[in-house]
């Protein structure tokens, strides 16, 4: 049994996974998102695409059986098992220029993409290379008519998990999401874990 790791509430982490291997994303409490972002190991300047996965995919809604393509229309990431099947590729990972836009009367956090660029330093990734991220858990409704778009809390109830298969050497980045509106007006942990 691979070992299950704690991102504590409103931070992230960075890690390697290799061609072949899975890891599973684990919201031990529920109503929690968790940003992801992955890149090639071989060359970090291929990273996931939202784009490319919309139009390969043909569909915005992502779960069991789909792919996450890169930039260069390669298979970065297959969604394996999803036992929520409600999540987010069109929102960013929040910054403090979120904090500034959407919530003036809270003070303001690095968010998402502050954690991000932290952990994803080390690997030679800049945070002006941080991409859409893959929302895992999180509600965005789009009304067909208008277009508009809604944040409302996660549907993700305790151990609500997503797994994901790596068909390359990646870097993943992954967060538990500090935005107020994401989670609910809470923050809570998010749990991963790699396995062979």
Not at 38 to 53: F, I, K, L, P, Q
Not at 60 to 78: A, D, F, P, Q, Y
Not at 111 to 124: D, I, R, V
Not at 127 to 154: C, E, H, Q
């Amino acid at each position: 049994m691979s070992e299950t790791i704690e991102i504590p509430p409103r931070s992230g982490t960075a890690f390697v996974v290799e061609a072949g291997q899975a890891f599973t994303v684990i919201d031990p409490q529920g109503t929690q998102v968790s940003d992801m972002v992955a890149y090639s190991r071989d060359d970090v300047r291929e990273v996931m695409s939202n784009g490319r996965t919309f139009d390969y995919e043909e569909t915005i809604h992502l779960t069991t059986g789909n792919r996450l393509w890169s930039n260069r229309s390669n298979v970065m990431l297959e969604i394996e098992e999803d036992s929520l099947g409600q999540h987010d590729y069109l929102l960013t990972p929040c910054s403090e220029d979120t904090f500034r836009h959407f919530y003036p009367d809270k003070p303001v956090h690095r968010g998402c993409m502050g954690n991000l660029a932290e952990a994803l330093a080390p690997y030679g990734i800049e945070r002006d290379a941080i991409p859409t991220a893959f929302n895992v858990f999180m509600n965005v409704p789009v009304d067909g008519g208008s277009g508009r778009l809604s944040v409302d809390p996660p549907a993700s109830q305790p151990g609500e998990a997503v797994r994901f298969r790596a068909h390359m050497d990646l870097v993943v980045g992954l967060t538990a999401c500090s935005a107020y509106a994401s989670n609910g007006g809470s923050f809570k942990p998010i749990h991963y874990r790699i396995e062979g």
